[in-house]
């Protein structure tokens, strides 16, 4: 009988997923630990940030549209100078760019990654807890060289890893490679992150529904519907409960270890033809990847599986409904008609 190990850090849980990849080069895992020391970075200076004077605004808006925060700068360059010199990734995405950035030369290597380096960034200000994602896939083009955009617009089904760092009351890192979810608390006092959630799985029956209810008015009559059902029943455990804190990574990581469901539908405002505010390649599909990994579904306000959707764009937005797969069973249903 194995015996349960104590104090598994991130690098050696990665190394040990290597194992259950025969064949595996240790190039993943190379470009997973790099990405865990700009986590610890980034980590670093988000809880500085009242005190160094980077809050608030850069005076830049971004391909968003939004004001971009002096703190999604210093995570996004963190990123991007871990990742174009590691030598595993031949290019990237970046929410915060307008293009594909290409890594420095020489040092192309055979995956892309794809992230929001700080979603929810407006409410750094605040205080309430703000997140990097990221989605790595096996580059398409021929080694070696720079990869170009095809390389990133592949379906979130091909993804070989994925995952998200949230900076709340703790750092905690939550990322798969195919074989389950596990997450890592970092513990500042030694600058490691120690597995604190094995083998994640999102609860079936569930607490809470997270949707923007400000934009009720608005939403089309099978959402309606499938929100008031909710408030008339329960998710297996008493009543749902609201919350919505307006951080991606925030919601979701409450519905992963405590069960429940998040919506970001389209609405009438904005016309049948817009796909929602979310971001498939760096946001919708890492996401979807945790969700399915973790027993839970991810699907669009059409029922299309998120996994399945073949990017076009690199800053595409999709519906997203995620969470525990009994809620997200029956929310699809309301949107076939079924309920
Ligand atoms: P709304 C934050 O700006 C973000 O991109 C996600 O983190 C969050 O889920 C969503 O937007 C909130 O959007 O329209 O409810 O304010």
């Avoid at 099978?222 to 008339?232: A, E, G, Q, Y």
Wanted: with cysteine; charged share 25%; hydrophobic share 35%.
């Amino acid at each position: 009988m194995l015996v349960k190990r104590k104090g598994i850090t991130v690098s050696r849980q990665i190394m040990d997923d290597q194992l259950l990849h025969p064949g595996a080069t240790g190039e993943l895992t190379g470009l997973l630990n790099d990405l865990v020391v700009a986590g610890k970075i980034i980590s670093a200076e988000v809880n500085m940030a009242g005190l160094a004077d980077i809050l608030g605004q850069s005076g830049r808006t971004n391909i968003q549209g939004e004001n971009v925060q002096k703190l999604d700068v210093f995570a996004n360059q963190t990123i991007k100078r871990r990742m174009e010199q590691c030598g595993h990734v031949c290019v990237m995405a970046s929410e915060e760019d307008d293009d594909i950035i290409p890594v420095l030369e020489g040092y192309e290597g055979n995956y892309t990654i794809a992230f929001d380096p700080l979603d929810g960034s407006t409410n750094i200000d605040v205080n309430v807890s703000i997140g990097t994602i990221f989605s790595i896939h096996r580059r398409l083009s021929p080694a070696p060289g720079q990869g170009n955009v095809g390389d990133l617009l592949q379906k979130g089904g091909k993804q070989v890893a994925a995952g998200y760092i949230i900076y709340g009351s703790s750092t905690v890192m939550v990322y798969t490679t195919g074989s389950g979810v596990h997450g890592f608390t970092l513990d500042p006092s030694v600058g490691e992150f120690f597995l604190s959630h094995p083998g994640i799985k999102i609860p079936d029956a569930s607490l809470y529904y997270s949707v923007n209810e400000a934009y009720a008015n608005h939403w089309f009559d099978s959402t309606r519907r499938f929100i008031d059902h909710l408030k008339t029943t329960d998710g297996g455990n008493g009543a749902y409960s609201l919350r919505y804190i307006g951080s991606l990574v925030a919601d979701f990581h409450r519905n992963l270890i405590k069960g429940g469901i998040f919506l970001y539908p389209r609405d009438k405002k904005s016309g049948e033809k817009s796909e929602g505010k979310l971001r498939l390649l760096y946001e919708a599909a890492p996401l979807a990847m945790i969700a399915e990994q973790a027993g839970g579904r991810a699907i669009t306000d059409d029922g299309r599986r998120i996994l399945d959707i073949e990017p076009t764009k690199l800053h595409q937005r999709v519906p997203l409904i995620i969470g525990s797969k009994r809620d997200v069973d029956l929310a699809e249903k309301f949107l076939r008609g079924e309920m």
